[in-house]
């Protein structure tokens, strides 16, 4: 298997601007998360979906972030307008909902930095 | 508010110097504590998963043991391959991971 997949791996931008970033996950994990990783904060659960529906958004910081899951092998995080604040490293994640380890499997990051 | 501590925030070690990562934790019910490893550049890789106070897993030098308030990641006869960032997580009731900032360890050969 390919592994979590994300697009774009770099992204730089500038402020106000609309940035989407892309996530493929394993195929037949049914759970998907989004992470945003910076130094100050470390890793931070954004929202996570089960079965293509949001179940927690609580860690979406604000309006300007939104994220969907149209399919169960595609999920779209887009920030509009960026600032930024924004920029950081954010991280996909999926994984098996019965999984004895309850490992989850994270994609290779996007790199997103807003002038 | 559930709280993920790790100690230190770096550790630099000679090959072969054994030494510990702590990660204490306050949560209000814990169900799985987590430790992954990341490598600059890349996604957090999973190590082990404990459950239960007492438990304990290995994996080639390392190895992770759990209390009611904390785990310790062992690292046994370190290589400089072993040098990465470690991460600590808690899921607490459902499929959400709380990190801690993680140890940097450095192993120099």
């Known amino acids: 298997d390919a592994g979590v997949i994300q697009s774009p791996r770099h992204e730089v931008t500038e402020m106000g601007q609309e940035v989407t970033l892309r996530c493929k996950p394993i195929?037949?994990?049914?759970?998907l998360f989004w992470y945003r990783q910076t130094m100050m904060r470390g890793l931070e659960l954004l929202i996570y979906?089960?079965?293509?529906?949001?179940?927690?958004d609580s860690g979406m910081p604000e309006d300007r972030f939104s994220a969907k899951m149209p399919n169960a092998s595609f999920s779209t995080l887009k920030i509009q307008p960026s600032e930024p604040r924004d920029s950081a490293v954010y991280f996909c994640?999926?994984?098996?909902?019965?999984?004895?380890?309850?490992?989850?499997?994270f994609g290779p990051g996007t790199r997103l930095t807003v002038l | 508010e559930d709280q993920v501590t790790q100690s230190p925030e770096a550790l630099r070690l000679q090959e072969g110097e054994s030494s510990s990562l702590n990660c204490s934790y306050t949560?209000?019910?814990?169900?799985?504590l987590f430790w992954y490893r990341q490598d600059p550049g890349k996604g957090p890789e999973f190590l082990f998963t404990?459950?239960?106070a007492g438990e304990e897993k290995e994996k080639e030098r390392l190895k992770a043991t759990l209390t009611k308030k904390e785990s310790f990641l062992h690292i046994t006869a370190p290589k400089p391959e072993d040098s990465a960032t470690y991460l600590c997580?808690?899921?607490?009731?459902?499929?959400?991971?709380?990190f801690g900032a993680g140890t940097t360890v450095t192993v120099r050969a």
């Open positions: 994640a999926s994984s098996l909902p019965l999984a004895p380890l309850g490992e989850q499997f």
């Open positions: 195929s037949g994990h049914d759970y």
């Open positions: 979906f089960n079965n293509n529906v949001p179940i927690d």
């Open positions: 949560v209000s019910g814990l169900r799985g």
């Open positions: 404990l459950y239960s």
């Open positions: 997580a808690v899921r607490p009731n459902d499929y959400k991971l709380s």
